[in-house]
């Protein structure tokens, strides 16, 4: 079965900081973009980074300079280090990949974790 499985979420004080991971598992051959993508209460969901296969990487504004994406092809896992955390940045977070499985690439969706910065 292919999924991606994401942990790291938890509870941060304003100013924290927190790592999430995100592994993809199951018959994959290869894996193009990575992202990672985050759901507000009331709001629709977002980008939040991205990162090519070759390590390109883009992010929204909100998040540039506090906010780093980064992936380890050998583990198929893709990271989102979060630092200088802000209320506003309270969600859950989706990891998103184009695995490849089969004969084509697919869009899948992780499960999503919690994140909540409060004091």
């Known amino acids: 079965q292919v999924q991606l499985?994401?942990?790291g979420g938890g509870l941060v004080?304003?100013?924290g900081s927190l790592r999430l991971s995100c592994a993809a598992s199951g018959s994959i051959f290869s894996i193009n973009a990575m992202g990672w993508y985050r759901q507000a209460?009331?709001?629709q969901r977002e980008l939040v980074a991205t990162i090519t296969s070759r390590g390109s990487t883009n992010y929204a504004d909100s998040v540039k300079g506090r906010f780093t994406i980064?992936?380890?092809n050998a583990k198929n896992t893709v990271y989102l280090q979060m630092n200088s955390l802000k209320p506003e940045d309270t969600a859950v977070y989706y990891c998103n990949a184009a695995l490849g499985v089969g004969l084509r690439y697919e869009n899948y969706w992780g499960q999503g974790t919690q994140v909540t910065v409060s004091s």
């Open 5 to 7: 499985v994401e942990s």
């Open 70 to 72: 980064s992936r380890d």
């Open 13 to 15: 004080q304003p100013g």
């Open 41 to 43: 209460p009331g709001k």
